[in-house]
């Protein structure tokens, strides 16, 4: 299978348009060594032709123009994103579905009840898109059971019920409901190999460490450093855990677990402006690169 990043930063990106955090200003003037990067979206294809889009990023149009492969011309009317997987309902992952508005069919969209919940009440995108073309909704189900999705033949898809927080918008924002979140593993039956995908994390239960210890790639939350990042910058009170993000560099934190782990080659991904491991010259850089942890970049590719 083929996985392209579209987006590896969080929500806002990086640089975002109001912050001058040490790194948003950094990368702005020159001064920090680091990429830009947009919010936080992946794609995968098992023929390198149709493709499924994993969560729709406000950054979508720009993310579309940088890779091709995803404009392959054949109509006046085109597209090779044949269906949208959502993984939460909050605004970086699904934003970019008004942009995909214009499409020429219903999209098909799987998600589970939790986000289309949200997504038809809070934040009404799929209303929205219902004056346009609309939506063809697949029920995502919480219950480990795997799905296929026809566009991507040898594929199997199974979505992994995750402890993080719903939108600022939900009824349930901290008291969450089974399928708020999931993580995605999609495994290729003609390798047999799998990649687990959770750009959303707050507590790495045990049933969730099984399914990375057991994946050829993870690409897994990379939002924050430390739980009490946003304040130490002056930015907001809130901590990383209160919005449902774990840490990475505390105590059973990210770096802890997937340092227990032998198989996955180990990527970050949703990583916040305000993370000191976005300057390539930091020692928190340092500490993952020793770790042997990667971080996502807007357009890497990965084969599996
Ligand atoms: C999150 O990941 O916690 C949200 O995307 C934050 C946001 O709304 O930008
Ligand atoms: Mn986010
Ligand atoms: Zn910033």
């Not at 040490?22 to 149709?50: F, L, M, P, W």
């Not at 995502?140 to 995750?162: Q, R, Y």
């Not at 505390?250 to 032998?262: A, C, H, K, P, V």
Request: hydrophobic share 35%.
């Amino acid at each position: 299978m083929h996985i392209h990043v579209m987006g590896s930063g969080a929500g806002g990106g990086f640089p975002q348009w109001n912050c001058n955090c040490n790194n948003c200003k950094g990368v702005r003037e020159g001064t920090v060594k680091a990429s830009r990067r947009t919010q936080s979206s992946i794609a995968i294809s098992s023929d390198g032709v149709d493709w499924i889009l994993f969560n729709a990023s406000p950054d979508i149009k720009k993310q579309m123009d940088d890779f091709p492969a995803l404009q392959p011309a054949r109509e006046v009317r085109d597209t090779a994103i044949k269906a949208i997987l959502i993984t939460d309902a909050q605004i970086d992952h699904v934003t970019g579905l008004l942009t995909l508005r214009e499409h020429n069919k219903p999209w098909d969209i799987y998600c589970t009840e939790a986000v289309h919940d949200d997504l038809t009440t809070g934040f009404p995108v799929f209303n929205i898109l219902g004056h346009f073309r609309g939506i063809n909704w697949h029920e995502i189900k919480t219950d480990l059971e795997s799905f296929t999705i026809p566009a991507a033949p040898g594929l199997i898809f199974t979505a992994v019920p995750l402890k993080s927080e719903a939108p600022p918008y939900s009824p349930h924002r901290h008291n969450t409901v089974p399928g708020d979140n999931v993580g995605i593993r999609v495994e290729d039956t003609r390798t047999g190999k799998n990649v687990f995908y959770a750009p959303g994390l707050g507590v790495v239960e045990d049933h969730v460490l099984e399914f990375m210890r057991n994946a050829d790639v993870v690409l897994v939350d990379g939002t924050v450093w430390t739980d009490d990042e946003m304040s130490k910058e002056g930015i907001s009170d809130k901590r990383a855990q209160e919005m449902g993000h774990i840490n990475q560099s505390e105590d059973g934190g990210t770096i802890s677990f997937l340092n227990s782990m032998e198989r996955p080659r180990k990527i970050l991904i949703h990583i916040n402006n305000t993370n000191p491991i976005l300057n390539e010259e930091s020692a928190e850089r340092q500490v993952l690169n020793n770790a042997g942890i990667e971080l996502a970049y807007d357009g890497m590719d990965i084969e599996l």
